[in-house]
Each structure stands twice: as C-alpha cells, then as structure tokens.
C-alpha cells in the first residue's frame, strides 16, 4: 500500500486490522455472514480500460511521485505529488490535474498538502500544513485561492476534510486537544460535530448530494464500525460478523461502499445497499477495499497481499471483480507497472483514477476507455 494512503486512512488503518484472506479467486462470505453477489473468478487483463500516467508535478519523472484520489464528471482529477527539488512524504503538494495541466495548489504555510475530493464545480478540499509543518489544517481551494476552514481549538490543532458535496457542504474530521477525533460537517461557516456510535474517535470520508454522509466511528466497546449520518442521526452499518467496518463512499442513490472483516477475520470489500451489507468477496485471497463508487453501481477499489509488491486495483460490476492492475504489466517499467496499484474513485462514464507505483515511485493513474 502506497505510505501516503495511509493519512486518509489514519483512523482505520489504527482501528481495522489488515487481513488476509485465503481461499482462491472471488471468495464467497464465511459461514453466518450476508451472502454475497454470485462470486464469478475475478476477471483480469480486462479489455475495455488502458491506464495512463498522469505525471506530477515534474512532468513524467520516474523519481517524483503522485497519487490521484477523486474525479468529477467533467474529468478534473485531485490528489498529490511530490514537487521537483523535494522528496517523498516530506516535501508533497496537492495537485489539480485539469485540461491538460498539472496544477501545484499550494500549502497553508507549511510544506505538505494532500488533496482528497472535488465536486462538479471544481471546488477542492483536503489537508494543508501549516507554518512550522506542527499542525495540518483541513482546506478548501477555490479559484486558485486555498481558504483554511479551521478547528474547534485555534491555530494549535489539526483537522482534515475528505470530500465535498455539490453544493459546497464539506466532511472530514477534527482532533482535539484531549486525544479524541470528531467527524464533522463544515456548511456555511460552521462546523456542527457528527457525533459517534459512542466512542471518542469518528471520521466522515464521504458526502452525498442529499446530504448522506459516511464514514467510521469508535463503538462504545472500542470498534470501529461504518456509519451512515442522515437528519441528525448516525447510524451503524454493522459488519460481515467480524469486529470491525469502514464506509468510504456513498453515491446519490444512497448506496454505500468499504469494507469489513468476517467472523474469520478476514477483510472484504462490502457494499451496503438499502440496509444490507454485500461481501464482495476478495481477488485470489487476498484483502479487498472498496473505495469508491458511481451512480450506476460500479465499485473500485483495491486487493493487497502480506508483502509491498502483491495486489492491485479493482474495478467491481454486476457480480464481477476485474482486475485493473493487470493493465499496468502491459506498460514499460518507466511508466506504471511495478508493484501494486490502487483505485480509488470512478466517474459516472466508468473512468478510474488512483495511482501504481513505477520504476522508482508510485505515479497517479487514470484508467480510460480504449
């Protein structure tokens, strides 16, 4: 899994402990959990989809990295990158890639900035460093302008925003000074605290245009379980009848996509549709994580074995998990095709994005239609 990953992340990867999984192609659910969609073999070499590098902000460079995390209908793609004269986690930007162009969106005085959603606007949220690089401070960019939204505790505090509705209403999470996490919802220059499914750590990753909102809270028995936030209320998403669950996305129809382990442990890609929770079962063993889907069904997501070069990115349709990755080998080792990809947001046209790692670092990636 690529390390930059891990920031958005942070609260699950403390929580959900990996798995692995251990039976072969897509694996049905374990004995006593919801069934899951007819589990075909999980195709590969798919022929509808090419990826292509999108470079970073030194261009094509093998050496810098980049990764893209979200993408609107009209195809403008966000994530980060490492700036040319800086190296990896400790010198990273946040990137608009748009028409053509690589767009550096600046920091709020430090020197990092991940950029995780945008909306049909272009409007962009994610995380900034600010001065002295102590504290990151969730951010909305708008017409080349980057606007700090805050904490709940001043200057001396962190928080993050994950994704952006179209009409403007931001979710992500603030910390607080006494050790808790507190999903939130920025609207109209206010911050209004989500709650939690009683414990002190929460997170929202995502947020529909109805204003359904999802993501990942401490249970009062220290669990983390998946939530879906609707009218004031959060509610629990339960699990595949293991301990632990994360929602990451959530469409216009309400339908809802993560992943959860089962009574054996194992973690699997879920989608939550109309109160029931789907295991999407795993690609050759190995754990799945569904990260993003589009108003026709269509999940993404990724696959990851025990070591750094296993697994890959996903795309999920009608009962069948595609392999995205496999596409990558077909590409000189100088442009994306060396260890594992991940993907991590889908258009309603079926275009992915997210990011493989190259010949030296991993590269954002944006799978087309050939």
């Not at 990867?13 to 007819?38: E, K, M, Q, R, Y």
């Not at 990295?65 to 994530?79: K, L, M, Q, T, Y």
């Not at 379980?225 to 301990?243: E, I, K, P, Q, S």
């Amino acid at each position: 899994m690529s390390i930059y990953h891990n920031l958005r992340i942070a609260l699950s990867a403390a929580l959900l402990a990996s798995a692995v999984g251990c039976a072969d192609a897509v694996t049905a659910p374990a004995a006593g959990t919801s069934p899951a969609i007819p589990p075909p073999a999980a195709a590969r070499n798919p022929s509808a989809l090419a990826p292509v590098d999108l470079g970073s902000l030194g261009g094509s460079s093998i050496a810098l990295s980049s990764e893209a995390h979200d993408i609107n209908a009209s195809g403008d793609i966000v994530g980060f990158g490492t700036p040319p004269g800086l190296f990896g986690a400790f010198g990273l930007h946040a990137i608009l890639w748009r028409d053509g162009a690589i767009l550096d969106l600046g920091t709020l005085g430090g020197t990092i900035s991940r950029a995780w959603g945008i909306n049909a606007d272009g409007v962009v949220v994610g995380g900034a460093n600010t001065a002295g690089d102590f504290f990151v401070h969730a951010f909305v960019w708008r017409d080349g302008i980057m606007t700090d939204l805050g904490t709940l505790d001043g200057a001396n505090a962190s928080s993050v925003a994950f994704d952006i509705a179209p009409d403007g209403r931001i979710v992500g999470r603030i910390d607080r000074p006494n050790g808790s996490r507190l999903a939130v919802l920025w609207q109209d220059g206010a911050v209004t605290d989500l709650g939690s499914l009683g414990g002190r750590v929460s997170v929202a990753y995502a947020i529909n245009p109805a204003g359904a909102i999802v993501g990942a809270s401490e249970t009062a028995a220290g669990e983390p379980h998946a939530f879906l936030w609707r009218d004031g209320t959060m509610v629990d998403l339960g699990t595949l009848g293991g301990t632990r669950s994360t929602a990451y996305a959530i469409n216009p129809s309400g339908d809802i996509v993560g992943s959860s382990t089962t009574v054996a442990g194992e973690e699997h890609a879920v989608l939550w549709r109309k109160g029931v929770i789907v295991d999407l079962g795993t690609v050759r063993g190995m754990r799945t994580v569904a990260m993003g889907i589009n108003p026709s069904g269509q999940v993404v997501g990724y696959f990851a074995g025990p070591t750094l070069s296993s697994g890959g990115a996903f795309l999920w349709q009608r009962g069948v998990m595609t392999e995205l990755s496999d596409a990558l080998n077909e590409l000189p080792q100088n442009q994306l095709g060396l260890g594992p990809a991940h993907a991590y947001a889908i258009t309603p046209a079926g275009e992915v994005v997210g990011d493989a790692r190259g010949a030296m670092a991993p590269h954002a990636a944006l799978w087309t239609r050939k």
